[in-house]
C-alpha cells in the first residue's frame, strides 16, 4: 500500500488494487491549495472547513463521516466517536477517529483527536501498524499527548499530521517539538510526500519509527 501526505491531516491511501481512500479533504482557507485528487472514499473526521472538503475531490467518491463498519472495494473502513476538545466536545464538538486495513497493513487516523488517552480509545483503535497523529496543539492535543498517545498504542510507524508548514493560515506548532520527545534514530525523514509500505515490514518486533514528509 502507498501512503501520501497531502498536507494537513489530508492522506491519500492506496491499495495494491488500485482502490484509493482520501482523509479529511482541506478547503482553500488553509493557505495552501489542496492538489487534484480521485478517490473511491473519503473520509471525514468533523464539519470544519480543514476536513470536510469532500466536493474538491474527483471520481464521485463514497462519503464516510459518520459512525460504523464498512467496506469498500476490499478496503475495510470503521470509525468511533471521541472529542476535538477536554471539555466532552463542548467547545469544538466531536470527532471522528478512523481505522483502515489496506493490503493487511492497519492504519489509524486520529482525525483532530482532543482529548487525552484513554483506555476506552485505546481499546477501540486496538492493534495498528501505521499511526497518523495531529501534533500542532492548539485545536488538537499537543506534542507530549500525542507522545503519550504513541506510548501506549505502540504503532510500528508513526506519521504526524495538523502541524504547522510553509503558507499554514492556522495557529499551530511545528512537528518539531513532537520530534524531540523521541531518540533521534527513530525519526526518518523523507524526500518527498509518500511511502509505500508492504505487511511484511511489520513481521518481527521493531521500535516505533517517526516519519515526517519533507513536501
Request: net charge negative; hydrophobic share 35%.
Amino acid at each position: 500500500m502507498k501512503i501520501q501526505w497531502l498536507g494537513h491531516s489530508c492522506f491519500v491511501l492506496t491499495e495494491s488494487t488500485g482502490t484509493v481512500v482520501v482523509t479529511d479533504p482541506y478547503g482553500d482557507k488553509v493557505g495552501y491549495p489542496l492538489p487534484s485528487v480521485r478517490a473511491d472514499a473519503v473520509t471525514v473526521s468533523h464539519s470544519h472547513f480543514d476536513h470536510c472538503n469532500t466536493q474538491a475531490i474527483e471520481g464521485n467518491p463514497k462519503i464516510f463521516d459518520k459512525v460504523g463498519s464498512y467496506e469498500i472495494e476490499g478496503v475495510s473502513i470503521s470509525s468511533f466517536r471521541t472529542h476535538h476538545d477536554t471539555v466532552k466536545g463542548a467547545k469544538r464538538g466531536d470527532n471522528l477517529i478512523f481505522t483502515y486495513r489496506l493490503d493487511g497493513v492497519d492504519v489509524c487516523h486520529m482525525g483532530d483527536i482532543g482529548e487525552p488517552c484513554t483506555a476506552h480509545i485505546l481499546d477501540a483503535i486496538g492493534a495498528v501498524n501505521v499511526l497518523l497523529i495531529p501534533v500542532g496543539g492548539h485545536y488538537t492535543i499537543d506534542a507530549e499527548t500525542a507522545k503519550d498517545y504513541v506510548d501506549k498504542l505502540m504503532p510500528d510507524i508513526v506519521i504526524p499530521m495538523h502541524y504547522y508548514t510553509e503558507g499554514c493560515e492556522i495557529d499551530l506548532e511545528e512537528v518539531d517539538a513532537f520530534l524531540d520527545l523521541f531518540d533521534e534514530e527513530n525519526v526518518t525523514f523523507v524526500d518527498g510526500d509518500s511511502i509505500t509500505l508492504d505487511r511484511t515490514r511489520f513481521d518481527g518486533d521493531f521500535e516505533t519509527t517517526v516519519v515526517v514528509f519533507r513536501r
